[in-house]
């Protein structure tokens, strides 16, 4: 693997580890290709687990930990891989594709940013040009879009005393957020 280019999202894991997402860098007619790593957070290991994904930015974890989502900004696409151990995928025995299974592919122009997972597990993209949060259920089979007064939805998380408050950045009206989420957030490791 190549030097990390513009590492962006972070998950971190029961186990102590971070999941993270390395968005890449476009320029005019060139485009990074990049994927997801797992670090230590004592900086004694960091290593490329996925390639390849095209501008992979927001990145979660299954309530119960053994499934990792990533969301790819200019595809509006979801993947998922399943773990076998942490920070570790199966090997990809498929000679296309980076290994995962693609939880969800959005139509139109709808680009991908940031994402939270909830408490059952469904996975909750901001969402960009279509703004507002994209929740996606844990199989891929019902997508729900939670509009937003603002084309530039950026990033989600959850809080409150029961975790049902999503607080969200309006990047276009420079806002933060908050509002009642029909699941409880997930708790996060750390």
């Known amino acids: 693997p190549g030097p990390?280019?513009?590492p962006n999202d972070i998950v971190f894991d029961a186990h102590g580890g971070f999941w993270f997402t390395d968005h890449g860098v476009r320029q005019g007619r060139t485009s990074d290709r990049t994927g997801l790593h797992y670090a230590l957070p004592d900086g004694s290991s960091c290593r490329e687990v996925v390639f390849p994904l095209d501008a992979p930015n927001g990145i979660g974890l299954s309530p119960d930990g053994s499934r990792v989502y990533a969301a790819e900004t200019h595809t509006g696409r979801v993947w998922a891989w399943n773990l076998s151990?942490?920070?570790?995928?199966?090997?990809?025995?498929?000679?296309?594709?980076?290994?995962?299974?693609?939880?969800?592919?959005?139509?139109?122009?709808?680009?991908l940013d940031s994402l939270a997972v909830d408490g059952e597990g469904w996975v909750c993209v901001a969402t960009l040009a279509n703004g507002g949060i994209t929740a996606i259920s844990p199989d891929g089979a019902t997508v729900e879009h939670h509009?937003?007064?603002?084309?530039?939805?950026?990033?989600?998380?959850?809080?409150?005393?029961?975790?049902?408050?999503?607080?969200?950045?309006l990047s276009a009206t420079g806002q933060l957020v908050e509002v009642d989420w029909p699941r409880p957030g997930l708790k996060l490791a750390y």
């Open 4 to 6: 990390l280019r513009a």
């Open 85 to 111: 151990g942490p920070g570790e995928v199966p090997p990809n025995t498929n000679p296309v594709g980076n290994g995962g299974e693609l939880l969800a592919g959005l139509p139109g122009m709808q680009l």
């Open 147 to 169: 509009a937003m007064p603002d084309p530039l939805t950026t990033n989600i998380c959850f809080g409150g005393p029961d975790l049902r408050t999503a607080y969200l950045t």
